[in-house]
């Protein structure tokens, strides 16, 4: 596929599993996947400069229409050079449509065949979002990709809920590509992702994915797999969509997760990740290492003068002790925040760098034994 | 003077004014006069990490005494690497005695000849300072320089209060001096400043600069001048005591302040500075530029594209425009306050810059004519 300056090149297969390593070309450059997409919802990954993202190895950013919408508005951001100019970003972003965020924790007032109206969180007016008017917001927002306006159900579960929704997500992705389309769409440098959905029903899912996949677009997501289901629903809804889904395009499973998460959907053919878990919880004192979870609240902590993670080139890890770390969080400092911020979004970049090494070498299981048990431990400051 | 990795040697002179340049050598580096210091209370500079510290000018950087001793406690700083371990600084860097913290917002319990008792905001235990004690903690700070204990008269105006205060500061050097001569002093690579006092009073201060430096010391500080007196008693006090202090030792002016401030006491012979403002004004959405200061919460910047300073080659003037830094403060993201640190700061480092060149070029009036009155102007959207 290539196409607007967009391209998706595959470079290497896994022989053991679907997992392969391939290259995502945006207008704004280049994304080496599998790939995992640091959250900037309101137009900056909290806490975070862009050139240390950059150093830390990421390369493609993802931000919340919905929190945009609100907060500055759509035109501001586009008044303000878009999202690139905005977050002085000039790499890979994508938008997602804000249908998540309506559904999940927007007050709901209304869904109908025409969209949904939903009470604001900044000033509690009425705002109606629409297939269509998602397109326009992400066209002000001038993110490189764009997600259609989807129905995410909130229990994967219910059957006929999931129904309803999936077959609303098809209608409603059908009305988004023709306005895309008759707004000028890729021509604008700016693609559009179908999402499907379908719960936790394999025969929805694939039911989903052809209807999506009816549309030739740029690339496709699987939605609605980070809604609290347990594990084996989420492998579930990736394996029942993921092969169905066309070898040339990239494949993104949103707000998607743990290392763990990340093998079971690679396996799977996934190439695209996003979610807040490494950032929010740096915030909240918990950082991701090689060797497992910690806490760096925690009292043992206070005199230990070891890096953090001893197998971590960060700017945290190389300059700074456990115990500095445990000061800064304690004395709720920003600086405390911020350094585990990089540093999480180092372990999970360095992560997908090791897959992007082991798919072509045939060493992705391999890999997933070495690396998924020992980074979930919870540790102590024993450990 | 040149002793223990201290030196400090005078370049230029100002030929209308008692103002100098020259480089105060210390064991972590030098420090080109007259310099600002940022404030890292807590071990860090609020917001800023420490590379972004150095390029935009920072030479040495300035520590807390009173809120390090409660936390995390000095023998934790000392094992986890000094300060210069715990703050991945490897340039100069000073202490306070604690002094002024527990005379201005300690829940002081008991002054005596002895030292002070204290009550600890952390957790309300009793805490007794002395002039021995806080030698003994700065060392376990390992900064380069330590200032000396001294008695901060809350009203600088009341010559009986100013006058005991003054006279304690003295006895209490003297014991200061002599503890941390007993415990290693200069030969462990750390400088004790004396602090004179004498409030408002010109006869204080000038029996103040004689006691001080009656020891040898390797540099002398001002205090009690930045208490909430006004310009013309800050004026006078400064007047009253820098002319007295030895030509060839830096001379340190606690607390201060504004440009404005800067160039009264330069003129009068001050080398270095240091204040909360510039990094707690950026907390507060404040901006200090080359035009005035500006708020950047004020809703007439939200689609303004142009750069928060036009002169200005900061992080935050070169990427991000005064509608995104609005955007930013507005949703209190920590980016905002991050940027605004750097930038406030990058404007006192370039401010210091621009003086230490007018110093030999004879041209420091010229330049207070041409920075005061615009740098504190205050602002509007349209200005």
Not at 306 to 313: F, I, K, M, T
Request: hydrophobic share 35%; charged share 25%; net charge negative.
């Amino acid at each position: 596929m290539n196409r607007h300056g967009f391209a998706f090149t595959v470079h290497a297969r896994c022989p053991e599993t679907a997992a392969r390593q391939a290259t995502f070309d945006t207008p704004h450059g280049p994304v080496s996947t599998p790939a995992f997409m640091p959250v900037g919802t309101r137009a900056t990954v909290k806490g975070a400069m862009p050139r240390d993202l950059r150093e830390i190895g990421s390369q493609m950013l993802l931000a919340n229409t919905y929190h945009l919408h609100l907060r500055p508005g759509e035109e501001v951001v586009r008044k303000l050079g878009g999202l690139h100019g905005m977050m002085a970003w000039d790499g890979p972003i994508l938008t997602d449509s804000g249908g998540y965020q309506v559904f999940s924790m927007g007050d709901i007032n209304r869904v109908t065949e025409q969209g949904v109206r939903f009470k604001s969180i900044v000033d509690g007016s009425m705002i109606d979002l629409t297939p269509e008017r998602a397109v326009d917001i992400q066209q002000a927002l001038a993110a490189d990709v764009q997600m259609a306006f989807d129905h995410c159900p909130s229990d994967p579960t219910d059957r006929k809920l999931v129904s309803e929704a999936t077959d609303r997500t098809h209608r409603w992705l059908e009305r988004g590509v023709r306005h895309h389309r008759a707004t000028g769409g890729e021509d604008r440098g700016q693609a559009l992702f179908g999402i499907v959905q379908g719960g936790a029903f394999e025969d929805l899912r694939a039911a989903s994915v052809d209807a999506v996949c009816s549309h030739d677009l740029i690339g496709y997501a699987i939605g609605g797999v980070s809604v609290g289901e347990d594990r084996e629903a989420m492998r579930l809804a990736v394996s029942a969509a993921a092969p169905r889904l066309p070898e040339d395009r990239p494949r993104y499973l949103m707000g998607v997760g743990t290392p763990r998460d990340f093998f079971d959907a690679i396996e799977r053919g996934i190439d695209l990740f996003d979610c807040v878990t490494p950032t929010r919880h740096a915030r909240n004192h918990m950082a991701f290492t090689t060797e497992g979870i910690r806490n760096l609240r925690n009292q043992g902590y206070a005199e230990d003068p070891r890096p953090l993670d001893p197998n971590c080139d960060c700017p945290c890890c190389t300059q700074y002790s456990r115990g500095t770390l445990r000061h800064l969080s304690v004395t709720q400092e920003m600086l405390g925040g911020m350094l585990l911020t990089l540093h999480n979004l180092r372990f999970f970049h360095r992560l997908m760098q090791r897959i992007r090494e082991a798919i072509p070498a045939g060493r992705l299981l391999a890999l997933r034994d070495e690396v998924v048990e020992a980074s979930s431990r919870r540790l102590t400051p024993e450990d």
